[in-house]
């Protein structure tokens, strides 16, 4: 092949490249649909005293209270909407009340529950701190977990667990009996129904039930049943990771507004995406660094309702307050 053979096969290829790079910006990567939201406060710092920090990783918004998984210092600390400092509660331990790495939060029913990571189990607590009572211990198992990461609450009282090293989702009743489960025991899947170490899920307020499929970078839907209704996350959400609008690096916690829309803790990305029910990419807040409105590893996300968002800056040991702009 000649000099100038060669310098139009380089061109058409050249042309080539350029048309998919567009088709994938067009189809893949889709664009703002809402007003940016901005920074409005933060507090905590890395340390074991109140207010502080060490490896925070879950949240919840409760009325005027938020509460928030101090996962290293093996407690909840509570704040009001302000972050002012309202009290705490745990110790670290496998007892009744203490806390092995608490992780994704869920409110209920006036009650708190955790994720504890360490204990393989959920634990219930009163909203003031008083421990309810335990459900699960370690093993694969019916009714047995390998490191939770996230628990919803349906209106009947069922459980759903995203079991993180059991590769599965279980359903549970509210006394913990085993009802069914979508995944296969500890089997890593990437086609609809497995998971790549779930780490969240969240029960809509028509019952569809959302799972963080952490290792997926991806969301998936499903029906109280366990039946897959839809999926979304980069191109096919197949385990494709990327840092476009739409796409995740590993997603940890999973919260809706009170629209239902989904907002999803994108991990690695350092950011919060906000979708539609039907996982329409709508907006994103934060990205990389240690200044305000900065994330390090941005690892969970909560509602109040008012609309602020509050998420868990995991290793700049902080808490973030975000509101929306007005148009």
């Known amino acids: 092949m000649n000099s100038k053979n060669i310098k139009k096969y380089l061109y058409r290829l050249f042309l ?12 893949f990567i889709p664009s703002s649909k809402e007003p940016d939201y901005v920074f409005d406060m933060s507090w905590g710092t890395a340390g074991k ?21 101090d996962a ?17 509660f745990g110790s670290k331990g496998d007892g009744p009340g203490q806390l092995g790495r608490p992780m994704n939060l869920t409110i209920a029913n006036n009650e708190l529950y955790v994720a504890d990571y360490w204990n393989d189990r959920i634990e219930v607590f009163g909203l003031d701190g008083k421990p309810h009572r335990d459900i699960g ?15 919803a609450v349906a209106n009947n009282g069922d459980l759903y667990v995203a079991d993180f ?24 899947g990437i086609t609809a129904g497995k998971f790549n170490y779930p780490t969240d899920v969240a029960i809509a307020k028509n019952g569809m039930i959302y799972v963080a499929d952490g290792y997926n970078d991806r969301i998936q839907v499903f029906n109280a049943n366990g039946e897959f ?23 940890t916690s999973i919260n809706f507004d009170k629209k ?3 907002y999803v803790a994108d991990f690695y990305n350092n950011r919060i995406q906000k979708f539609s029910p039907e996982g329409v990419f709508l907006t994103s807040l934060g990205h990389r660094g240690t200044g305000q409105g900065e994330f390090e590893k941005a690892i969970a996300v909560a509602v109040a309702d008012d609309g602020s968002v509050f998420a868990v800056d995991f290793a700049n040991n902080r808490i973030q307050k975000w509101r929306q702009k007005q148009e």
């Open 16 to 27: 080539v490249v350029i048309a998919l790079i567009v088709l994938i910006w067009l189809f």
């Open 49 to 69: 005293a109140a207010g502080e920090f060490h490896d925070p990783t879950g949240i919840a918004v409760f009325k005027n209270e938020v509460f928030v998984s």
């Open 72 to 88: 290293r210092n093996a407690r909840i600390q509570v704040f009001d909407l302000n972050g002012h400092f309202k009290r705490q």
């Open 137 to 151: 211990h370690t093993g694969t198992g019916p009714g047995e977990f390998s490191s939770p990461g996230g628990v």
């Open 165 to 188: 090293y059991g590769q599965r989702i279980q359903h549970l009743d509210a006394n913990g009996t085993f009802i069914g489960q979508w995944g296969n025991t500890g089997k890593i």
């Open 229 to 251: 209704v839809r999926k979304w996350g980069g191109p096919f959400a197949s385990n494709i990771w990327g840092p476009f609008n739409g796409w995740f690096a590993t997603v």
């Open 260 to 262: 239902d829309n989904v």
